[in-house]
């Protein structure tokens, strides 16, 4: 590699020896690894670089340098056509590095996950358009104190409290 890298925000600048090093380096969601392993072999990538907030990846041929981000993965032109999976990826225009584009990474785009389950609540999936379950009977609930009943002093008539005393005690 006869290229000069510049160096990153902290004034360091290092090459990754795999694509899976840089991506755990990069603390980048699992579930978009193979995405970004097709983008970068459709592509066609020399080197991987840390450039602090994203890596840069080196085009072997000619071509803008990917920047690889936690949830993007930027520097495509506005022709270039990426197949990943048989499929073309959606570019979008970006706003930092016009005039390249650059599409969002799966992770991102699947619905955000549900806050935490009580606990002993059921961890059955759902499938979406399945009917809600219904829920179950509650126990019933104990009364309210003032409907309660502890009787009737028979000296004063007045109503006893809990511990079983009234007003003559």
């Known amino acids: 590699m006869n290229e000069v890298q510049g160096p990153t925000p902290t004034g360091t600048s290092r090459p990754y020896k795999s694509?899976?090093?840089?991506?755990?380096?990069?603390?980048?969601?699992?579930?978009?690894?193979?995405?970004?392993?097709?983008?970068?072999?459709?592509?066609g990538i020399s080197s991987l670089i840390d450039r602090g907030r994203y890596i840069e990846a080196i085009r072997l041929g000619d071509g803008p340098a990917l920047h690889i981000g936690k949830t993007y993965t930027n520097g495509f032109a506005a022709e270039e056509q990426v197949l990943v999976g048989g499929?073309?990826?959606p570019l979008l225009p970006s706003e930092g590095r016009e005039p390249y584009f650059y599409v969002t990474h799966p992770s991102e785009l699947?619905?955000?996950?549900?806050?935490?389950?009580?606990k002993g609540a059921t961890t059955a999936a759902r499938v979406p358009g399945a009917p809600k379950p219904k829920p179950e009977a509650r126990a019933?609930?104990?009364?309210?104190?003032?409907?309660?009943?502890?009787g009737v002093c028979d000296v004063c008539f007045m109503v006893r409290n809990a511990a079983g005393r009234c007003g003559c005690d």
């Open 110 to 118: 699947a619905p955000a996950a549900t806050p935490a389950r009580a």
């Open 140 to 150: 019933t609930t104990a009364l309210n104190l003032s409907e309660r009943d502890y």
């Open 87 to 89: 499929r073309a990826l």
């Open 19 to 43: 694509l899976a090093d840089a991506l755990r380096a990069h603390r980048i969601a699992p579930a978009n690894y193979d995405f970004i392993r097709a983008v970068v072999e459709a592509v």
